[in-house]
């Protein structure tokens, strides 16, 4: 069993419906990061965080830390939004540790 | 300006050959990483470096050989390339180890044939 789980594994969305990703984890943790990898292959840093909730722009990142679960929300999804979303967990001066990834795909 | 550049994009080579790639990132960041993303597109961290010092180092076969000559360069060497090093291989910095937020490069597809 890895130690970070995402789901759901592949989504397929309307445009303009809201999207929700989850990311749990079964160890102690310092920090969550969520990923964005592009359908070219490049991979881009969205969120990184230890506490609450971050936004930016459409995308909202939450985490409960007593719950070891992390959710990823798109408000008024787009087809540029297709991607693939991987959560990552690390510890302090460990390494980080990657989900395997939720693949989204959005329909105009 | 590309923030984390590597070369080359695309590599495609045969059975025990021994190749490099480089990266190169702009941003002052302390600590660097590689990392392997197979055909399934889990990634997997395989080395990083803080300072050009060794930090982590994953169960890698000894193959495969990281050099970071200064913090703003951190290559790969492979030695005796095999079918299942196919892949494509990241770089990433970041301004601390680990916690920070990473900034990943391009991408490297490797194809041994």
């Known amino acids: 069993k890895n130690e970070v789980e995402q789901s759901p594994q592949n989504l397929t969305a309307q445009e303009g419906e809201f999207i929700t990703i989850n990311c749990s984890y079964s160890?102690?943790?310092?920090?969550l990061h969520w990923l964005q990898q592009h359908p070219g292959g490049g991979i881009v840093s969205l969120f990184m965080l230890s506490s609450g909730k971050k936004k930016h722009g459409r995308l909202i990142a939450t985490i409960n830390i007593q719950e070891k679960h992390s959710s990823l929300h798109i408000t008024a999804s787009h087809p540029r939004d297709s991607a693939v979303y991987i959560c990552?967990?690390?510890?302090?001066?460990?390494?980080?540790?990657f989900g395997t990834g939720t693949r989204l795909a959005v329909r105009p | 300006d590309t923030a984390v550049s590597q070369t080359p994009k695309y590599l495609v080579t045969q059975m025990g050959n021994d190749k490099s790639i480089k990266c190169e990132q702009n941003l002052g960041h302390d600590t660097m990483y590689w990392y392997k993303q197979d055909s399934k597109k889990f990634l997997k961290i395989m080395f990083s470096?803080?300072?050009?010092?060794?930090?982590i180092n994953e169960t890698v076969p000894n193959r495969f050989s990281p050099k970071s000559p200064d913090k703003a360069h951190l290559n790969l060497h492979i030695n005796s390339l095999e079918l299942g090093d196919s892949a494509v291989y990241f770089c990433a910095s970041s301004r601390h180890p680990h916690t920070d937020t990473q900034y990943f490069g391009p991408g490297t597809r490797l194809t041994v044939l």
């Open positions: 990552a967990v690390g510890s302090s001066g460990d390494k980080l540790t």
């Open positions: 470096y803080n300072n050009k010092e060794l930090i």
């Open positions: 160890v102690g943790i310092s920090a």
